[in-house]
């Protein structure tokens, strides 16, 4: 059975900090692109970061410089470093995992709720 638990979401204080993880079970993890993406409310939803198995990583242009994805394939989990956090970094944030080999496979998280208020 495929699991992605997202955990490490909260409610932060502009330019606080926050590190989400997803920890995942079911899968072949290091075959995997691993992407963080998130919905704020009344917007569509929208890719943060993303990591492969060889970690290449592509970021937002919203979130460079204060965002940082990682894995850690022995561990089959996926992080999230988030700082300098600001008020339009609310929003729920959900993991990802992709792999195209012949046909796409996808698998989502419930999301974690990440709040950016003073």
């Known amino acids: 059975q495929v699991q992605l638990v997202e955990s490490g979401g909260g409610l932060v204080q502009p330019g606080g900090s926050l590190r989400l993880s997803c920890a995942t079970s079911g899968f072949t993890f290091s075959l995997y692109v691993m992407r963080w993406y998130r919905q704020a409310p009344g917007k569509e939803r929208e890719l943060v970061a993303g990591i492969t198995g060889g970690t290449t990583i592509t970021y937002a242009d919203s979130v460079k410089g204060r965002f940082t994805i990682s894995r850690d394939n022995a561990k089959n989990t996926v992080y999230l470093q988030m700082n300098s956090l600001k008020p339009e970094d609310t929003a729920v944030y959900y993991c990802?995992?992709?792999?195209?080999?012949?046909?796409?496979?996808?698998?989502w998280g419930q999301g974690t709720q990440v709040t950016v208020s003073s």
């Open positions: 990802n995992a992709v792999r195209t080999f012949y046909t796409t496979t996808s698998y």
